[in-house]
């Protein structure tokens, strides 16, 4: 077997519709599954939706959110011009990857949802049956790929994301696009999500891997590569 690949999306977006706050990726949701994948040597690769620069949330950045992990990665001069230099989807998008794996941020319920060249990628990485994994706000960018069989991609999995109660919790609930957790039950998926509100919490269906929010970012690197191992050691 060849090198396995690994592509990671990321937002473009810097601020939201109102113009009240920046947002971005979520940092600790690029930087614990980068980390794993770079340690066990994958060809990594960060493309987002217009290529180029993602920025990167502020709100991430503070000290009760910026990890060990995500800490080492801010302070790296040659990490943070990789997130200058995102591919493009377009450049990528006829590409062979073993997982694609979206982070998240607030940022990407404004250019993940919609987009046909992300739709595309995933729905011809789920035929294949390849791994799709989408982590927090995310999970918005499996929303409306649909299947051949034209059936939402999510429709009776089992999938988790951001939910409504942790957007009051962060005073966003007036500033985003949509309810992601309505949205995703909406869709006829059946929607998981954690006790506590803001505590890990990773859902697997099959070859579909979802995080509730920032904090599943530790576990979600550790669940999405020990399932990625399975899947490789069935391709032998």
């Given at each position: 077997?060849?090198?396995v690949?690994?592509?990671?999306?990321v937002?473009n977006?810097?601020?939201?519709?109102?113009?009240?706050?920046?947002t971005?990726?979520w940092?600790s949701?690029?930087?614990?599954?980068y980390?794993?994948?770079?340690?066990?040597?994958?060809?990594?690769?960060?493309a987002?939706?217009?290529?180029?620069e993602?920025?990167?949330?502020?709100?991430?950045?503070?000290?009760?959110?910026?990890?060990?992990?995500?800490?080492?990665?801010?302070?790296?001069?040659?990490?943070?011009?990789?997130?200058?230099?995102?591919?493009?989807?377009?450049?990528?998008?006829?590409?062979?990857?073993?997982?694609?794996?979206?982070?998240g941020?607030?940022?990407?319920?404004?250019?993940?949802?919609?987009?046909?060249?992300l739709?595309?990628?995933?729905?011809?990485?789920?035929?294949?049956d390849k791994?799709?994994?989408?982590?927090c706000?995310?999970?918005?960018?499996?929303?409306?790929?649909?299947?051949?069989?034209?059936n939402?991609?999510?429709?009776?999995?089992?999938?988790?994301?951001?939910?409504?109660?942790?957007?009051?919790?962060?005073?966003?609930?007036?500033?985003?696009?949509?309810?992601?957790?309505?949205?995703?039950?909406?869709?006829?998926?059946?929607?998981?999500?954690?006790?506590?509100?803001?505590?890990?919490?990773?859902?697997?269906?099959g070859?579909?891997?979802?995080?509730?929010?920032p904090?599943?970012?530790?576990?979600?690197?550790?669940?999405?590569?020990?399932?990625?191992?399975k899947?490789?050691k069935?391709?032998?």
């Amino acid at each position: 077997m060849g090198m396995v690949k690994f592509l990671i999306v990321v937002t473009n977006i810097n601020i939201y519709a109102s113009g009240n706050h920046p947002t971005g990726l979520w940092l600790s949701e690029l930087t614990h599954i980068y980390d794993a994948t770079k340690a066990k040597g994958y060809e990594v690769t960060i493309a987002s939706p217009d290529g180029g620069e993602t920025p990167v949330d502020p709100e991430s950045l503070k000290f009760f959110t910026l990890d060990k992990i995500s800490k080492k990665y801010r302070s790296d001069s040659s990490f943070r011009q990789v997130l200058r230099r995102t591919k493009s989807l377009k450049e990528v998008e006829n590409e062979d990857f073993d997982a694609v794996y979206l982070a998240g941020g607030h940022g990407t319920m404004y250019d993940f949802p919609d987009n046909a060249v992300l739709q595309n990628i995933i729905a011809k990485q789920y035929k294949k049956d390849k791994m799709v994994a989408a982590i927090c706000h995310g999970v918005g960018g499996l929303i409306n790929v649909k299947l051949s069989n034209e059936n939402y991609l999510i429709k009776g999995k089992k999938i988790t994301g951001y939910n409504w109660f942790e957007e009051s919790l962060v005073c966003r609930k007036k500033e985003v696009p949509f309810n992601l957790e309505e949205t995703l039950r909406d869709r006829g998926s059946d929607y998981k999500k954690a006790f506590v509100p803001m505590t890990s919490y990773v859902v697997v269906d099959g070859k579909l891997i979802t995080g509730q929010n920032p904090f599943s970012s530790k576990e979600m690197a550790k669940v999405v590569m020990s399932e990625l191992e399975k899947q490789l050691k069935i391709k032998k």
